[in-house]
Each structure stands twice: as structure tokens, then as C-alpha cells.
């Protein structure tokens, strides 16, 4: 979309020519690129089915859907897949919930890999290895064995955090029949699962710096933490945007596995962990309420683009170099 | 990179708190790794240690005495890794090499095309009914496979490791009367290795922790992956473990289950190999991973 406003003056200034000469021009174009399209064509037209072509499904927010008339056959019904959103209590509290989780997220993760990354870039030789590997572990295992994992240290009758507990003399708690823990038991998970990758990502980003600078800031007499300060944040300025746009993008994206698999999936604590996703998934296959489960997709896709695009929008008035697009 | 003069004070602080820090993460690995290792008695009285009274074998013995689930859900898994990260690493190569070059005309409007699906898509549901209603690809291994096989993610960093492979090699290369399929295969995915090697890695990391297309599209005992083995058997054990429905024979059986430690040594068990492979490839992670060249 931002693309063809952009195209648009490109477009004008080939105007003065007939259209025939335009497309014998293109098919030119399009000869000598041939080799190159072919190259790209099979992700093109994956891309087309699998992503493209489902982006059609989203008319199914308006409409009542039935397996048997498909998703042309089915009738329309204008918002009343909507209407749900501003009755049952649910809507709020899992768009609430994906929300705030998802800020914290972001905010949590960006802050915490950005200090890693710098700690890890004042070292040097064996250890930063060592460290990266560990810190890394937990970012390559499925969220079902963190289920296991957080489940070792949330069980009702043998969870570590619960011996812990008893062992300063108080009372063991029933974690996954609360809900005020979930607040901190999830942004806690998540960090400890992603954090590996978002600091190799900016650590990755840090050794890309042009050694040039550090060298000159040395001369000057520039302190680590000066260098720090003045030279690597403003350089790293750029991927810090752009990941923090692309994580407001998928602001209405809850990560599925941490919120199903991690609170065991089970109602007592759904007022703190329940997310958009999760309840789109029970209302797939579970609750069998297909209609309104498609009108929550559909407002995560059109919110989710309309944040991203405004984002990047207030950045690139801010300054157009960080910008995404 | 700033210089450390043989050790001082900053470095000595930095050096303990990534230490504590990295302990802290790798604790829990630790901690299930023992739990399966204790005795189904300990574990019982006392709860889930990291010294516990009572070491035991019984839960791996347990495991291996009827592995027939468990050896089909590594046939499934590494037959998903296998296909999966093959195609998966040709389609990327394949879609990142033409954008990453400049003098491509199609270059722009592809990106935006590719780019544009991680800001907006259809949702769980059309691509739920699209799967099964139209490709019909429930209970099949396809819908392990496909759905995972091209990420605009891994474009990213596959075009910006292709970015910094030299032009005046391609030049050449047409010089010589090369063709773009035989610079693509013959020198771009070569000089490729680290990049392939990395995002391999992370492809078949994901494949092997596949459970969301197996929650949604597999039903059927033969496809099970290992991760939805797992999930079924933690609700299977508990399943039986609770509920008056089961049989009385099936809950007597039960009673001796080591269920809490088995349940760890089959989450080992699953998760483990993945886990010995990653530290070799390592090396090539930094090198392979150049975010920030998404601008095209």
C-alpha cells in the first residue's frame, strides 16, 4: 500500500509515451529479468496460496459460516459477528490481555537483550561463547517441554517453587488455580525463552559497528562507558526501531504456545492468561463458535497493520532514515 | 570492539553477573534433568528436588519398555525436519538471492509483496478452513511441513548475508557467460555456506518443535509428531490419573505409574537431541545473522 504512493511519480514521468511502446518496454524489462523472476517464482506463488489467498477468509467475519455452503456460499450477516465484542465480558479481557502482555514483552525483552548485548560486547575470547550458549538453551526447545519445565516448578504437590516456599515457613500455593501470579510467572517466561535471540540479534548488530569509530574515540581519550553511550546505542538506534515496529505489528499477535501450554490451559486462571489467540483456538475447536472467533481474527489483522503503519508513520516524520518502509 | 587490558574491576563485575546469570537460566534444564532421575517414592514424599533422597533409572525403563509411540514420533519428527529444512533453505535461497540484487527490476514491488504478509494475514480461521476445506491437507504430513516453509524473517537475513557477497564475483561470473541459474547454484549458494548453516538450524529447530499445525491438523495416530506426543501424554496421564471413567484395571496399572518422572524423561527424551547438535553450530551465528539490511 505504501508502496504504490511511492511508485506513483515514477509513473508520471513515463506518461508521455503511448502505451503500446510502455508494454514492449516492460516485456523488454521483463526479458532481460526472466532468469531472476524464475528464481523467485516458486516463493511468489507459495506465498500467493498460503498467505494471499487465505487474506479472502477475512470477508468470514461477516458472514455465518457453514462447512457445508464454504466461504462464498455462507450468508452474510453484516457486524453481528461483532456484537459479541461489546456484550460478553471475554472480548475485553483477552484484547486487554494481549495488549498489556504484549507490551510488556517487548518493553521487558528490548531492555534487557539490549543490556546483555553490551555486557557481553565488553568481554572477550571463550566466555562470551559460553554465555551466549547457555543464555540460548532455552530459546531452542518447544513451548510443550516449557509447559514440563514450568510445570517442575509450579506443580501443586511436588513443584520446586512450592518446597521453596515451605522451606521459609509458608503456605504452599495451587499457582495454576490463581491468577494474580500470572502477571509475573508469563513476561518472566518469555524473557527467559527469547532472551538469547534478541541479544545475539543486537549483540550481532554490535560487532557490524565499524571498529574506525572506537579506534578515533579511543585517541580522543572517549571512556567504555562514553564509547558505550555515544557510539554503540545511537548506531544500534536503527535495529532497535525497526524490531520494536515489527513487534507493535504483532501487538495483537499473542504467542499461542506461552499462554496455552505454560498456564496448562486451564479456566480458573484464563482471567490473567487468556489471549486472543488462545481463544480463538478453543473457539475453533472446542466451542464451535467459528463466526465470532473470525471476527477477532479479522480485527488482529486490520489493528495489527494499522499500528504498524502508524508507527512507522510517527518515525518517519521523526526521523525518515529509521523508518521501515 | 573495546580493548579489556587483562583484568579489571568492570570486567571482573560483568564477568560474575553473566555468570550468575547464565546459571540461573540453565537451572531448570538441570532441575527436570533430576527430576527424572528420582525415584517416583521420593518425588511423592518430598516434591521435586535438586538433591533428592532417592536416585532411580525406573522412569527411562519405563519409557523404553513400550517405545513403539515414542520411535513414531521420531520417525514423524525427523522426516518433518528432514523434507522441511531441505525445501524450506532452497525456497528461502531462492527468494532472497533476486531481491538482495540491485540491479533486479521486480526488486522492490517482491519485497514489499513478501514483506507485506508479516504485517497482515488472514487469521487462524480462513487459513484453518483453507487447509482442510480446500487442500485438504488435514491428518497429512504436508500440513507439518508447508505452512512453516517460507518466513519473510529468514528472507531477511538470508538476503542480508547475500548483500555482502561481492558484485564484482557475479560481474565476472556474466563475463564468463554464466547464467543467473548457474551464478545462483554455482557461486551464491556456495559462498552462502554460514548463512544456510544458521538459518538451517533455526528451520530445524522449528520443525522438530512443531506442535501447533499437529494441535490443529493432526488427529490421526500415525502422524503424530514428537511434541504432540507430549502434550497428549501429559493430559493422558492426568486423564487417567483423575478421571472415574477410566477402567479400574487401567487405574491399578496407573497406580505404579512413575508418572511425574516419566513424564520428564519422555520430555528429555524429545527435546534432547536438538538441544546436544545446537553448540556445534554455534559458530556461524554471528556471522549468519545480519538483521537490519531489511530496507530494499
Given at each position: 500500500?505504501a ?15 503511448s502505451?503500446p ?13 526472466r ?25 468470514l ?19 453481528n ?5 461489546f ?29 546483555l548485548?553490551l ?13 551466549q550458549?547457555t ?19 509450579l ?5 520446586f ?14 499457582w ?13 517466561v518469555?524473557?527467559?525463552?527469547g ?13 557490524g ?28 538506534k ?16 499473542g504467542?499461542?504456545g ?19 489467540d ?17 471476527a477477532?481474527g ?10 504498524v ?9 521523526a526521523?525518515?532514515?529509521?523508518a521501515?518502509? | 570492539?573495546?580493548?579489556?587490558k ?29 527430576i ?6 521420593s ?14 533409572w ?6 523404553f ?36 540484487r ?35 491437507l488435514?491428518?497429512s504430513?504436508?500440513?507439518?511441513i ?21 558484485k ?40 522438530w518443535?512443531?506442535?501447533f ?7 490421526n495416530?500415525?502422524?503424530i ?5 507430549l ?13 472415574p ?10 497406580a505404579?505409574?512413575?508418572?511425574l ?12 537431541p ?11 551465528f ?10 530494499g
Open positions: 500500500m508502496n504504490t504512493q511511492l511508485e506513483a511519480p515514477d509513473m508520471k514521468t513515463k506518461k508521455s509515451k502505451l511502446g510502455l508494454l514492449s518496454k516492460e516485456w523488454k524489462h521483463l526479458n532481460k529479468n532468469e531472476l523472476l524464475l528464481l523467485a517464482m516458486p516463493g511468489i506463488l507459495f506465498k500467493f496460496v498460503i498467505a494471499y489467498i487465505p487474506m479472502i477468509g477475512l470477508i467475519a461477516f458472514k455465518y459460516f457453514r462447512y457445508d455452503q464454504g466461504i462464498f456460499g455462507s450468508k452474510w450477516v453484516g457486524f459477528n461483532f456484537e459479541f465484542l456484550k460478553a465480558q471475554d472480548a475485553l479481557r483477552i484484547i486487554r490481555n494481549t495488549l498489556l502482555y504484549n507490551m510488556s514483552y517487548i518493553v521487558l525483552g528490548t531492555i534487557t537483550a539490549l543490556l548485548a555486557l557481553l560486547n565488553e568481554l572477550s575470547g571463550r566466555l562470551i561463547k559460553i554465555y550458549t543464555m540460548f538453551l532455552p530459546y531452542f526447545i518447544s513451548f510443550v517441554l516449557v509447559g514440563y519445565i514450568t510445570n517442575a516448578f506443580d501443586h504437590k511436588g513443584g517453587l512450592n518446597t521453596i516456599i515451605s522451606w521459609f515457613g509458608f503456605e504452599p500455593h495451587k495454576y488455580l490463581e491468577t494474580t501470579p500470572w502477571i509475573f510467572i508469563l513476561p518472566l518469555a524473557l527467559w525463552k532472551i538469547g535471540f534478541s541479544t545475539l540479534v543486537y549483540y550481532a548488530g554490535i560487532t559497528i565499524n571498529t574506525d569509530f572506537y579506534e578515533a574515540a579511543r585517541l580522543d581519550g572517549a571512556s567504555r562507558i562514553q564509547m558505550m553511550w555515544r557510539i554503540t546505542l545511537p548506531l544500534l536503527p535495529l532497535v526501531i525497526i524490531l520494536f515496529i515489527l513487534g507493535l505489528g504483532n501487538i495483537f499477535r504467542d499461542f506461552l499462554h496455552y501450554f505454560v498456564p496448562n490451559n486451564v479456566g480458573p486462571n484464563f482471567p490473567t492468561t487468556d489471549i486472543i488462545t481463544y480463538v483456538y478453543r473457539s475453533l475447536t472446542k466451542l464451535g463458535d467459528i463466526n465470532s472467533a473470525a477477532v479479522f480485527l488482529q489483522s486490520v489493528v495489527g497493520l494499522i499500528t503503519v502508524s508507527a512507522n508513520y510517527l518515525v518517519r516524520k526521523d525518515k532514515d529509521n521501515l518502509f | 570492539m573495546p580493548n579489556t587483562g583484568f579489571n574491576l568492570m570486567n571482573g563485575f560483568i564477568i560474575v553477573f553473566l555468570a550468575i546469570l547464565c546459571i540461573m537460566i540453565a537451572l531448570p534444564f538441570v532441575l527436570v534433568v533430576i527424572s532421575l528420582t525415584s517416583e517414592n518425588l511423592v514424599m518430598n516434591g521435586y528436588q535438586f538433591i533428592p533422597k532417592e536416585w532411580s525406573e522412569a527411562y525403563r519405563i519409557v519398555q513400550k517405545p513403539d509411540p515414542l520411535l513414531k514420533g521420531y520417525l514423524v519428527t525427523i522426516l518433518i525436519t528432514v523434507v522441511g529444512t531441505v525445501i524450506s533453505l532452497l525456497l528461502t535461497a531462492m527468494t532472497a538471492y533476486p531481491i538482495s540491485l540491479d533486479f527490476r521486480y526488486n522492490r514491488p517482491i519485497t514489499f509483496y513478501i514483506f507485506f504478509t508479516m504485517l497482515f494475514n488472514g487469521g487462524l480461521i480462513p487459513f484453518y478452513i483453507m487447509m482442510t476445506q480446500y487442500l485438504h488435514k491428518n504430513l504436508l500440513a507439518l508447508i505452512p512453516t516453509l517460507l518466513s519473510p524473517f529468514n528472507i531477511m537475513i538470508m538476503k542480508g548475508f547475500m548483500d555482502k557477497i561481492s564484482e564475483i557475479i560481474e565476472s561470473a556474466k563475463v564468463d557467460g554464466a547464467k543467473e541459474f548457474r551464478i545462483f547454484f554455482g557461486i551464491i549458494l556456495p559462498l552462502s555456506t554460514p548463512a544456510l548453516a544458521t538459518l538451517g538450524l533455526f528451520i530445524a529447530f522449528g520443525y518443535n512443531e506442535w499445525y499437529a494441535l490443529l491438523f493432526i488427529d495416530d500415525k502422524y509428531p514428537l511434541q504432540l506426543l502434550v497428549r501424554i501429559l493430559s493422558q496421564i492426568e486423564f487417567l490419573a483423575n478421571s471413567l477410566a477402567q479400574v484395571a487401567d487405574k491399578l496399572a496407573y505404579n505409574f512413575p508418572t518422572s516419566v513424564r520428564m524423561a519422555m520430555a528429555i527424551l524429545a527435546g534432547g536438538m538441544l546436544i547438535i545446537f553448540p556445534f553450530f554455534q559458530k556461524y554471528v556471522k549468519g545473522i545480519t538483521v537490519g539490511s531489511l530496507k
